[in-house]
């Protein structure tokens, strides 16, 4: 069974600055680097670690193939990647020296895929396979009813969240991760007043009843739902360095275990300890563990 990744390719810019830059303002920065980013590449980097047979479908420009070491090193299948005569995506980003930032992202070839090209995308694909998403790339919906109606599971991870989400078809996924913001402002729900498992647990089921929900909580663990069930798992207590790439740590690392026929609460506790690793060390896709490092 192999997973299939419609995800964002992007090259994050990242300038270490004083502070952030102000409008009018001409800034030396204290470095520069040029990094792989994008929540598509992160997730199947953490499938590929994760012990995954990922292939990832995708596009950037033909001058950017440099960028992909640590997907190619990881051991993502990127036959599926094509090559486009406009910009990848990208992301302009200013981190200062109390660790804010301040980020302009281009989409580019992200969005460069049209509802006509979607069917041949999933060519390689099988009956049984899974297709994963993110909100990063264009023509989301299309790409749901194409892999539903190859026979295909659908997994989504709808960030960034925005409003076109509610109008995708998520009664025809079989699984989606969400954390607790993007839960409530999914289900129309204030998201200043906090989480209750019982009344989550009970609005999924009314306008999800076939899609099982895994919630992210931060450090405060994570949780599963799936037609009244409900399932909890407390996050590891440690000194976090850097979150940016803990849930798609957890996402690739759940699914493979989904995969590999775990128990809902052992697919927990192993994402939790995977995102736990990631979270002690800088960086994005440099900071996914590998599967051996678990324990």
Known sequence: MKIFNYGSINIDHVYRVPHLVQPGETLASQSYQKLLGGKGANQSIALARAGAAVIHIGRYHVTDSEILRPMKQAGVNMECLETVD?????????????????????????????????????????????????????????????????????????????????????????????NQVEVLQLLGADTQSGLDADWLAAELQQQLPQTKVVVTLGASGARYFYQGESVFVAAEKVEAVDTTGAGDTFIGYYLQGMLDGLSVTDCLQRASRASALCVQKAGASVSIPLSAELG
């Open 86 to 178: 406009m910009p990848s995506g990208h992301a302009i980003i200013q981190v200062d020296n109390a660790a804010e930032n301040a980020i302009v992202l281009y989409s580019g070839a992200n969005h460069g895929v049209t509802a006509d090209e979607l069917t041949s995308l999933l060519d390689k694909a099988k009956q049984g396979d899974w297709l994963l998403l993110q909100n990063e790339c264009s023509c989301t919906a299309e790409m749901i009813d194409v892999a539903v109606s190859k026979g295909l599971e659908v997994a989504f991870n709808p960030a960034p969240m925005d409003d076109s989400i509610k109008a995708l078809p998520l009664d025809k996924l079989s699984l989606l991760f969400v």
